[in-house]
């Protein structure tokens, strides 16, 4: 009988777990809502250049925590339990990307997103994806966290979430952005330590689909999240569905 071997943790397995170390401290819910979408689809299909859905749902969801103050709001334990709310948003956008011999998560940023046009989106989560993760200093300072022992992380990240209010928007993010669509599957309920993270499944043919927001009961109730997620659709099919249909007469002219 042969015997399996031990393996060091990578560095992207060691920010997994401080993250998920800090996520199973937040009573995190998930609220789903079906949404119709076939004319943003379809204005989508016709841009030029067409942006990802990421980019689309990113700026949506800006607008939304733009009007949604509780959505920009993070319970912070220490010294005492309250609310600190952020002035403006930060998108923070999951990324899988090579590191070493494995993939590995990584974080990026966008700063106030819904003030952003659809291109310069996109064209920063494609920066994002391809760009050499050392020319990238929100990816070096990911990994240069990482490297420290486990009890000077796992301090950083407490200073971060429960004490510091302006840092942690700076180094977390305001809302998170995670998906698989593209692969063709979505997580259910994806831990994160950030108040909300919006997640999508596939966007069928008929224009149909599933959106989430996974949030901290601390911060806001089930009530504000659905009313959120109303409010996200009418963005898609209005001001999303605007540009998009602008983009579609530069691609024409």
């Not at 401290?25 to 016709?46: D, E, T």
């Not at 841009?47 to 912070?76: D, E, H, N």
């Not at 659905?226 to 569905?241: F, G, K, P």
Request: hydrophobic share 45%; aromatic share 10%.
């Amino acid at each position: 009988m042969t015997t399996g071997r031990n393996l060091p943790l990578s560095l992207p397995r060691r920010l997994v777990c401080d993250l998920v170390h800090f996520a199973h401290q937040v009573p995190s819910v998930p609220v789903q809502r079906r949404m119709n979408l076939v004319g943003l689809a379809a204005a989508r299909q016709a841009a030029g250049p067409r942006p990802s859905w990421c980019a689309i749902f990113t700026k949506a969801y800006g607008f939304v925590s733009a009007r949604f103050l509780q959505l920009r709001r993070a319970y912070m334990s220490w010294p005492t339990p309250r609310l600190y709310e952020h002035s403006i948003n930060i998108a923070s956008v999951a990324f899988e990307r090579q590191f070493g011999d494995e993939e590995g998560v990584f974080f990026g940023h966008i700063r106030q997103p819904e003030e952003r046009g659809l291109r310069e989106i996109d064209a920063t989560l494609r920066h994002f994806k391809e760009a050499p993760i050392e020319s990238i200093s929100q990816f070096r300072r990911i990994l240069m966290i990482t490297r420290l022992p486990r009890f000077l992380r796992r301090l950083g990240w407490s200073l971060a979430l429960k004490i510091w209010g302006r840092k942690r928007a700076h180094f977390l993010g305001t809302f998170g952005v995670s998906v698989y669509a593209g692969l063709g599957a979505a997580s259910l309920h994806p831990l994160s330590p950030i108040t909300t993270t919006l997640n999508y499944g596939v966007i069928g043919e008929d224009g149909a689909v599933d959106v989430r927001i996974i949030y901290d009961h601390r911060v806001m109730d089930g009530a504000t999240v659905a009313r959120a997620l109303e409010e996200l659709e009418r963005v898609l099919n209005s001001e999303i569905l605007t540009e998009l249909r602008y983009l579609e007469g530069t691609r024409a002219a």
